[in-house]
């Protein structure tokens, strides 16, 4: 693993900065200051001649975000071409572990929230914020063997892929398909250019690349569609050389800057002066499902994945490995959080519970989880200093 000067592009520091941000999203939300902070992120600010009026909220969820998204999907063409996922006998065993690991969580919190208006909740607690879990992992799992952080990594990817999915498909509305159109027509722009940019690295087509990407992301925001899954298309289309160049370029901003502002503005909620029977069923649902619903669900469904493994694939991992990555993948946060925020767009008190429950219940994943992965390395370095 190479060591990294900068901390921004390694594991643990954007983990502790994230926890950080989103600590001070919660405490400012609670104090005589959350009026005023309540004013700024309510503040909007438009383009003109475009129809696009945001608040400061939503210029970071929708606009910020879409950076970050930019990046993730970067890394996916990636490991889908050249990484971990790249064949069908690397990607079975995490892909059977990831359905577990969104299957499990939304029976939990459907069981749990009912069939009332709480139950459109049920995307929530699918997600596994990977930059906190391979965090936590580094933080905690000296000793264990690579094995671990590579399936981990896989499991976290698809989940990526399953959250971006449930975006772009659950949460469009009152679709406009002429800027959709459009949308893809800059898109196809900005794939040709990346490549042209790949030939020969001209100062004149990197801003044109800048320029039709913001165009695209309008367009896609105007359209009815959230407008990160533009990043999503950016990232996807761009060719691998430049896009290796961008993602390097971008990963201390992203998390540095993007990911913390967020967890920051997403987690500006105030926690609710009530009892916990007077608390929402969709607060309780995320509190069980993102710890125990992801564990049980990766667990299990990784250990039937491992039995089936085809002929060659790598070595199966030992049970409590499997519980170790099942407990990181119940870390829900940044994807959680945006999707909290948009399944229940339209009843803040309710949302605020949901935003309330996904901070929870990653919290105690994470506790669990480094107890667990603590535990596993430690297993491991007695193995190790035995046998040497």
Known sequence: MRISANPLRGQQFPAVLLLLAGGLGLLLANLPAHDAVAAVLDLHIAVPGTGLDLSIAHWVSDGLLAVFFFVVAIELRYELTHGELDSPRKALQPAIAAGGGV????VVYLLIAGGDATA?????????????????LAMFGRGLPSSVRV???????LDDIIGIIFIAVLFAHD????????????????AVLSRIASARARPIVVVAMI??????WGLVAASGIHATIAG???????????????????????NGVILPVFALVA????????????????FWAIVVALPVGKIIGITLFGWVGMRLRPKGAAPALPFGDLLAAGALGGIGFTVSLLLANLAFASDTSIRDQAILGVLVGS???????AVLVSLRARSYRRLSAAAS
């Open 363 to 369: 919290l105690l994943a994470l506790v669990l989880s």
């Open 267 to 282: 987690a500006f909620v105030v926690i609710p002066a009530l009892s916990p029977a007077e608390l929402s069923p969709a």
């Open 211 to 216: 320029i039709v990407g913001i165009v695209a």
């Open 120 to 136: 459109q909740g049920w995307p929530i607690p699918t997600a596994t914020d990977i930059a906190f879990a391979l965090g936590v």
């Open 175 to 190: 679709v406009q398909w002429l800027l959709l159109a459009l949308a893809a027509v800059a898109v196809a722009a900005f």
């Open 151 to 157: 399936f981990l990594l896989a499991l976290a990817i």
């Open 103 to 106: 299957l499990v969580p939304i």
């Open 232 to 254: 999503v298309l950016l990232g996807l289309v761009m060719a691998p050389a430049p896009a290796e160049r961008t993602r390097h370029a971008l990963e201390p901003l992203v």
